[in-house]
C-alpha cells in the first residue's frame, strides 16, 4: 500500500524493536475516499480516545523550537498545578491578564505554533478532552 512521506516517517518513528504496538492510522484504516464512513469513523474516535488507556500521537516531523514548546507546555502545567494548589481562583485571574514581557511573547509563540499543527484540528481531539 501506498503512503505519504508523512506516515512513512511517523512509522519510522514510532517503531520499537521491542514493543509491539498496534496502531490506529486513520489514512490506512478509515477509507478516506467515503464521506459517509468517515463520518461514521469520526464520531467513534471521540469514544475510542475517550477510553483509550494510552494515546500515541505524530504531530509530524520536528520543527526548529518543537523541543522547546514541549518543555514550555510541561513547565506551563507544572506551575499551573502549584498554583491552583496555592492560589485562589481571583489570584489565577489575575495572572493571566498580565502583559506578557518579549521573551513569554516568544513562548507563547513557540506553543502556539505547536497546537496549531492539523492534529489538533481534529474533532475527536478537542472533544475528547471533555468527555
Given amino acids: 500500500m501506498k503512503v505519504t512521506s508523512n506516515l512513512l516517517a511517523a512509522l519510522f518513528?514510532?517503531?520499537d524493536d521491542f514493543v509491539e504496538r498496534i496502531l490506529w492510522i486513520d489514512a490506512l484504516c478509515i477509507n478516506?475516499?467515503?464521506d459517509v464512513e468517515?463520518?461514521?469513523q469520526v464520531q467513534s474516535m471521540v469514544k475510542i480516545y475517550a477510553q483509550a488507556s494510552r494515546v500515541i500521537v505524530w504531530l509530524g516531523e520536528a520543527a526548529v523550537?518543537?523541543?522547546k514548546a514541549f518543555e514550555q507546555l510541561l513547565d506551563a502545567a507544572n506551575i499551573h498545578y502549584r498554583q491552583q494548589q496555592?492560589?485562589?481562583k481571583e489570584e489565577e485571574e489575575e495572572e493571566?491578564?498580565?502583559v506578557l514581557d518579549v521573551g513569554e511573547q516568544q513562548e507563547y509563540l513557540e506553543v502556539l505554533a505547536?497546537?496549531?499543527r492539523p492534529w489538533f484540528q481534529r474533532?475527536?481531539?478537542g472533544t475528547s478532552a471533555r468527555v
Fill in 96 to 98: 493571566k491578564e498580565k
Fill in 65 to 67: 523550537n518543537s523541543g
Fill in 123 to 125: 474533532i475527536w481531539v
Fill in 38 to 40: 468517515k463520518g461514521q
Fill in 114 to 116: 505547536l497546537l496549531e
Fill in 32 to 34: 478516506q475516499k467515503d
Fill in 13 to 15: 518513528h514510532l517503531r
Fill in 86 to 88: 496555592q492560589q485562589q
